[in-house]
């Protein structure tokens, strides 16, 4: 009933800069916390950063200083800025958002993620 999707991933050398994006879309009535997660290889699923409604956020440790969130309610989207990149920053990112339907339901959407490689 919602989907997200999301955008920006790629290759990018050490140091560079990458943007992420999630849109939401579908029958919902609100959209509580949005996040994204990134999973490598051999690695479980992690925290990377989450914002509230309010826009107060959150970051991992790893993302502390160069990562930021941010969201857009106007457009359901929910951003990350990522700068410094590092190889260890490679990994699938998702998307993730939680809320309520239209019938007062609530959800907790993923998308399907989007690679991220930090190579030279």
């Known amino acids: 009933q919602v989907q997200v999707e999301e955008s920006g991933g790629g290759l990018v050398q050490p140091g560079g800069s990458l943007r992420l994006s999630c849109a939401a879309s579908g029958r919902f009535r609100s959209i509580n916390a949005m996040a994204w997660y990134r999973q490598a290889p051999g690695i479980e699923r992690e925290l990377v950063a989450a914002i509230g409604t309010g826009g107060s956020p959150t970051y991992a440790d790893s993302a502390k200083g160069r990562f930021t969130i941010s969201r857009d309610n106007d457009k359901n989207t929910v951003y990350l800025q990522m700068n410094s990149l590092k190889p260890e920053d490679t990994a699938v990112y998702y998307c993730?958002?939680?809320?309520?339907?239209?019938?007062?339901?609530?959800?907790?959407?993923w998308g399907q993620g989007t690679r991220v490689t930090v190579s030279s």
């Open positions: 993730n958002a939680g809320g309520l339907t239209v019938w007062s339901i609530p959800f907790n959407s």
